[in-house]
C-alpha cells in the first residue's frame, strides 16, 4: 500500500485561492500568520478580484507569494498552479479563504502525517465560523449512488467526531495532501472549475491505495460558500455536472453498471427536489452539460483506471449505504 512520509524538518506550503474574498481571505491570512507551525511558504492565487483584495493582500502580508490571474481559471486550476510552483514543499495544505485555522491547525495535520505514514491525505475538524458548537464537517462522504455531502455537517461540535479515524477524502476547504502524489494524480480536475474536485481526486487517489485520514485536533472555523453561495445557481450548476462526471470517471466496471441505474434514480430526485425550490433551469443545464461533456469523461476514466491498484471491494467499506448526514 503507497504511503506519505515525512521528516522532522517536513516542509509545507499553504495555498489559499481567491475571487473577491474581501475581508475573509485577510483574515484567513491572519490566521496562517499565527500559526504554531510556520508553513515554508504561503500562496495566494486569485482569480482576477475586482474588489481589492490584492491590494490589500500585498500590503499587509509582505510575506506570501501573490499570483495575481488575468482571468478567472477556477478553483481546481488555481490550486493546481500554486501546487507546482511549491518546488521544495513536501506538502500543501489548502484553505479557503473563508476559512479560519487555530493556531495549532497546521502543526496538527503535520504531526499526523508523521505519526501515520500510511497515510497520504488528511482531512480537518471544521466548525461553523457563525456557530462553532455545531460542526461545519470532517471530511466528505460518498454515497454508492454518487451523491455526496460534508460529513456530521450540522452535528452538535461536542462530544461528536473526536477520535481520528479514515475517511473517504476530506474537503478542501481545509486540507492536507502529500503534493508529489498530488501532482502525481493529475491534482484536481480543472475541467470541474470548482465543487466536488476534492472529492474526484480523493477517489482518484484511493483508486491508487492512497489513505485519508481525519484529524480531529486540526481545527477550522468555516462560513462555507460565503463568496460563491450555498444554494446559488453558481454552485448548484457545478457541484450537480461534478457528481456526475466524478461518478462516471471513477467507479471502476462492472460496479459502473451495477449502480448506474442507482446514480440515475438520484439524479432524477435531485432535479426534481431543486425545481421544486425554484432552480428548475440550473440544475436540468447541469444535468445537460453533464452528458454533453461525457466523452471527455470517458476518456479520462480511461486513464484513471488503467493507474487503479486496488478493488472497488476495498473502497466499499468507506461508502455509504444509507443517505444521513451524521
Known sequence: ????????????????????????????????????LHPTKVFVVDNASGDGSCEAIAAQFPE???????????????????????????????LNPDAF????????????ARDHPEFTFFSSRMLMADDPTRLDGVGDAYHVSGLVWREGHGAPAPG?????????????????????????????????????????????????????????????????SAVTGRRSDFSIYHGHRNLTWTFIKNVPSPWLWLLLPLHVVACVVSIAWIAWQGNGTTIWRAKVDAIRGLRGMRAKRRSVQAARTVGFGDLLPLMRFRLRRH
Open 1 to 36: 500500500m503507497p504511503s506519505g512520509t515525512i521528516n522532522n524538518q517536513g516542509s509545507v506550503a499553504v495555498i489559499i485561492v481567491n475571487w473577491n474574498g474581501g475581508e475573509l481571505v485577510t483574515r484567513c491570512l491572519r490566521s496562517v500568520r499565527h500559526q504554531t
Open 160 to 224: 461528536n467526531f473526536l477520535d481520528e479515524r479514515e475517511i473517504f477524502s476530506p474537503c478542501a476547504a481545509a486540507a492536507l495532501y502529500r503534493r508529489e502524489v498530488f501532482l502525481d494524480a493529475g491534482g484536481f480536475d480543472e475541467d470541474f472549475f470548482c465543487y466536488l474536485e476534492d472529492v474526484d481526486l480523493g477517489f482518484r487517489l484511493r483508486l491508487r491505495g492512497y489513505r485519508c485520514l481525519y484529524v480531529p485536533a486540526a481545527i477550522v472555523l468555516h462560513k462555507g
Open 101 to 112: 485555522p487555530e493556531p495549532t491547525w497546521l502543526e496538527q495535520l503535520i504531526a499526523a
Open 64 to 94: 506570501v507569494t501573490l499570483i495575481q490571474l488575468k482571468k478567472n481559471i477556477g478553483f481546481a486550476a488555481a490550486n493546481n498552479l500554486a501546487a507546482r510552483r511549491a518546488e521544495d514543499c513536501d506538502w500543501i495544505a489548502l
